[in-house]
Nanobody, 120 residues
């Protein structure tokens, strides 16, 4: 089974920065896309940023210019650099990955989430 583990969340003041990491492990043959989602209390989970195997990226309008997604294919790890953080960014951030295992089956996995709190 493919597992994702997020890290890097925490408490930061408005305008500060955090870098989230998500490492995928397990029977991974290939990963087509990895992404970051977030869910604030009382709100639905939303896509923050995604990156394909080829390096194409997509961002939510609310984070464009502030967040940067990147990946290290050799480590099966995706990162989210979060700058100029706002209180509205407060949420649980989840990592997602889609791909195929060595057994030839598709997978779609989620991490356990990491809390990001932006507050003065």
């Amino acid at each position: 089974q493919v597992q994702l583990v997020e890290s890097g969340g925490g408490l930061v003041q408005p305008g500060g920065s955090l870098r989230l990491s998500c490492a995928a492990s397990g029977s991974i043959f290939s990963i087509n896309v990895m992404g970051w989602y977030r869910q604030a209390p009382g709100k639905q989970r939303e896509l923050v940023a995604a990156i394909t195997n080829g390096g194409s990226t997509n961002y939510a309008d609310s984070v464009k210019g502030r967040f940067t997604i990147s990946r290290d294919n050799a480590k099966n790890t995706v990162y989210l650099q979060m700058n100029s953080l706002k209180p509205e960014d407060t949420a649980v951030y989840y990592c997602n990955a889609d791909g195929r295992t060595w057994l030839g089956t598709k997978f779609g996995s989620w991490g356990q989430g990491t809390q990001v709190t932006v507050s003065s």
